[in-house]
């Protein structure tokens, strides 16, 4: 995984998001609530996730944070 992943949160309550940027190899800073403006990921904070909580990819039918 890489800054500019799209990747789905894959906890309790599914989430679709954007790495924004590494904070270590298990650990990234993910961007899951931006309005629909995903091409403007980098402006938006990113969340610290761990990486054996993300899927690579968007899953259809997960839920976005900002609907």
Same mark, same amino acid.
């Given at each position: 995984?890489?800054?500019?992943?799209?990747?789905?949160? !894959? *906890? %309790?309550?599914? =989430?679709? *998001? !954007?790495?924004?940027?590494?904070?270590? #190899?298990? =650990? $990234?800073? $993910?961007?899951?609530?931006? @309005?629909? @403006?995903? #091409? @403007?990921? %980098? @402006?938006?904070?990113? %969340?610290?996730?761990?990486?054996? #909580?993300?899927? %690579?990819?968007?899953?259809?039918?997960?839920?976005? /944070? /900002? !609907?």
């Amino acid at each position: 995984m890489k800054k500019g992943d799209k990747v789905t949160y !894959i *906890g %309790e309550n599914k =989430r679709i *998001g !954007i790495i924004k940027s590494m904070k270590t #190899d298990t =650990r $990234v800073y $993910v961007v899951y609530s931006c @309005n629909h @403006n995903w #091409d @403007n990921y %980098e @402006n938006y904070t990113g %969340e610290l996730t761990d990486v054996d #909580d993300l899927q %690579e990819g968007w899953i259809e039918d997960t839920k976005y /944070d /900002d !609907i």
